[in-house]
T-cell receptor, first 113, second 115 residues
Framework: SQQGEEDPQALSIQEGENATMNCSYK?????LQWYRQNSGRGLVHLIL?????REKHSGRLRVTLDTSKKSSSLLITASRAADTASYFC?????????????FGKGTKLTVNP | DTEVTQTPKHLVMGMTNKKSLKCEQH?????MYWYKQKAKKPPELMFV???????INESVPSRFSPECPNSSLLNLHLHALQPEDSALYLC??????????????FGAGTRLSVL
């Protein structure tokens, strides 16, 4: 089952522009993580935000979390061609008696040079 | 060393073959994971090992058989697969101390094609 759902599904921007991706989830969470995946490769962890945090920064990344709306956003500022990748949010979810990390559908970001 | 190494990178197998995927990490992590990822989809959890014991099995068909010989190694044994099992298989590891609060480190994956 899906806990998180990103939008847009695909985003194409020019180098230097900012990119914003959104993630909505269904049930209450303890934390939310964002991962990046280059085409056909493994995922790389970007940032973790706890449910009691509203905003977190890491370099050119800014993540916000609104637990009342069950949503999070990932902002990449001054994008570069190397930021081209798929971005997934992941939330903790109880399913089948176990707590696990469940990934959203992802946003495919293309940064054009 | 923050690397998770998966071998092979690519695998083509027939439906009657038996093959194994391997995963190795030397970060001292005590939780290891297998995910399956179809094209343009998110990773789907298959198995979790915590301290070398199988802790989560996501009702995966028995033609997939995981094994954790020690804290650094994770195998996925494949037998009598179906063409719909063709996918990218990702291994990940985490410290294993904080469950879903752990950051997971992923390998580059094995691209599996079942003919």
């Amino acid at each position: 089952s899906q806990q998180g759902e990103e939008d847009p599904q695909a985003l194409s921007i020019q180098e230097g522009e900012n990119a914003t991706m959104n993630c909505s989830y269904k049930t209450s969470i303890n934390n939310l993580q964002w991962y990046r995946q280059n085409s056909g490769r493994g995922l790389v962890h970007l940032i973790l935000i706890r449910s009691n945090e509203r905003e977190k920064h890491s370099g050119r990344l800014r993540v916000t979390l609104d637990t009342s709306k069950k949503s999070s956003s990932l902002l990449i500022t001054a994008s570069r061609a190397a930021d081209t990748a798929s971005y997934f949010c992941a939330t903790d979810a109880w399913e089948g008696g176990s707590e696990k990390l469940v990934f959203g559908k992802g946003t495919k970001l293309t940064v054009n040079p | 060393d923050t690397e998770v190494t998966q071998t092979p990178k690519h695998l083509v197998m027939g439906m009657t073959n038996k093959k194994s995927l391997k995963c190795e990490q030397h970060m001292g992590h005590r939780a290891m994971y297998w995910y399956k990822q179809k094209a343009k989809k998110p990773p789907e959890l298959m198995f979790v090992y915590s301290y070398e014991k199988l802790s989560i099995n996501e009702s995966v068909p028995s033609r997939f058989s995981p094994e954790c010989p020690n804290s650094s190694l994770l195998n996925l044994h494949l037998h009598a697969l179906q063409p719909e099992d063709s996918a990218l298989y990702l291994c990940a590891s985490s410290q294993g101390l904080r469950g879903v609060w752990d950051i997971q480190y992923f390998g580059a994956g094995t691209r599996l094609s079942v003919l």
